[in-house]
């Protein structure tokens, strides 16, 4: 398998992003462009999912997040929707060995239930498979959406406090983030949106408070190891304040 090339000289590797999430946006926009169905476009996409995991690797990033599939994407044609979740099985069928001997474990947020059976039972092998990798987190995003996980964080703490095991005014933003999908990845350095959109689409919505944001033209399938090293470079120019004074 084709190696990605090494982080570009000019990213200072003692300050690369622990955290990145990426909302993979355009495998509809490069199928058209390349004369081809979306479901080939979303194929691309998910070869790059491959390219990109191994690029934040060699940087040393600690967790990369993908928004794959959202709870506003069932509204897609019924095909489409189908066509994902094929792929979204063979992806991991497929990766689940390449991850796995780069010791990178795969983490999900959303919920899983809700897919589609065989999609749901390749997802839990490919992260039963790779539970103990320490390298690195792949935490895909399948069935998720930002404001769902804040409703299951709230009534997870009402429950605890209905029990007498938590008293209100003990809520803090703390405990309210460790009741989130991956608690220990709760802050998102780097977020990259592909194919130019501004929106954030109901992603990470608590992560994401202080995440320095970049928005590239360049499709999903176009964004290489390169430009995910640009997005790297454009992070680290930035001052981050945390709403504070420099
Ligand atoms: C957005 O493109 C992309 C998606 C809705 C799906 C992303 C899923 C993958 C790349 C596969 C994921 C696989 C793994 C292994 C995690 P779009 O269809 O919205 O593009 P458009 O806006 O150009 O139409």
């Known amino acids: 398998m084709e190696k990605v090339p090494p982080p570009d000289s000019r990213i200072d590797m003692e300050r690369v992003p622990a955290h990145i999430a990426i909302i993979m946006d355009g495998n509809g926009r490069w199928a058209k462009q390349h004369g081809k169905t979306r479901s080939q476009g979303h194929e691309a996409g998910a070869r790059n999912v491959r ?8 940087l040393g990033v600690r967790a990369l997040t993908l928004f794959a599939f959202s709870t506003e994407n069932w509204n897609r044609p019924q095909k489409e929707v189908d066509d994902l979740f094929r792929l979204i099985s063979r992806a991991m069928q497929q990766y689940a060995n390449r991850i796995h ?26 992260m039963d498979l790779t539970s103990d990798n320490k390298t690195m987190d792949v935490c895909v995003a399948l069935n998720y959406g930002g404001r769902a996980e804040l409703v299951r964080a709230a009534r997870r703490l009402a429950d605890e406090a209905a029990r007498g095991n938590i008293a209100p005014e003990d809520i803090t933003e703390d405990t309210l983030a460790q009741h989130l999908y991956l608690p220990e990845h709760s802050e998102v350095d780097l977020l990259i949106r592909t194919s130019g959109e501004l929106r954030i689409s109901n992603f990470m919505l608590w992560q994401i408070s202080y995440a320095e944001i970049v928005v590239t033209p360049t499709l999903w399938p176009d964004f290489d190891a390169q430009a995910l090293y640009d997005a790297v470079i454009a992070y680290q120019s930035r001052d981050r304040r945390f709403g504070g004074r420099p």
């Open 51 to 58: 390219v990109v995991t191994e690029a934040c690797r060699e």
């Open 101 to 126: 001997e780069t010791d990178v474990r795969l983490r999900h947020l959303g919920d899983l239930d809700g897919l589609p059976k065989s999609a749901a039972n390749d997802v839990r092998k490919c």
